[in-house]
């Protein structure tokens, strides 16, 4: 099967990923649990199909998990070009009026959400739960759990202002 697949995948998830050697990573993990759990897996008519859904599983979860190295076009870094600037008055207000405005239009499209969307998007991105421990934590099952942050995510994207563009902001200033 692996022989058969192998070029097929490989194509298929560097689609997702540009790292060739993380894809070929995922691919191996996946045989590898397909022969580890094979007493446990059940049948399928389309195992090319099943296949390309949980490689794509493999590569979005581990890919989002992993670590990348940061990359410096320059030996020396830009805090260290920083270190004899002093922003001006001007500057400091213009930052602290842009927080605000994205704090304001955050604020606003959360308050679209639902308590339990709320809470399930507080779990998931903020304090980095899995979908098994936010199961457990708002006494759901799995599958609702995904449910409800989809629609979380799916009512922000609604809003004027992305949720990734103000969730990325929020978060990474």
């Known amino acids: 099967m692996y022989d058969i697949y192998i070029d097929d995948l490989f194509s298929f998830g ?55 190295p940061q990359q410096t076009k320059y030996p020396f870094s830009t805090k260290d070009l920083q270190t004899d600037h002093t922003s001006s ?32 998007l507080l779990l998931r991105f903020y304090q980095d739960k899995s979908y098994e421990e936010i199961a457990e934590i708002m006494k759901t099952s799995i599958p609702t759990a995904r449910t409800t942050i989809y629609r979380a995510i799916k009512m922000l994207r609604r809003q004027p202002l992305s949720l990734f563009v103000l969730l990325h902001s929020y978060l990474f200033s």
């Open 14 to 68: 560097t689609e997702y990923s540009k790292d060739r050697e993380y894809v070929m990573d995922c691919i191996h993990d996946l045989f590898f649990d397909l022969y580890k759990y094979r007493v446990k897996l059940n049948m399928t008519d389309n195992v090319k199909s099943y296949l390309f859904k949980s490689l794509r599983r493999k590569v979005n979860r581990k890919y989002s998990r992993k670590i990348l």
């Open 89 to 120: 008055v001007e500057e400091d207000i213009i930052r602290s009026e842009n927080t605000a405005e994205k704090s304001a239009k955050l604020t606003t499209a959360l308050e679209t959400l639902t308590k339990k969307q709320k809470k399930g």
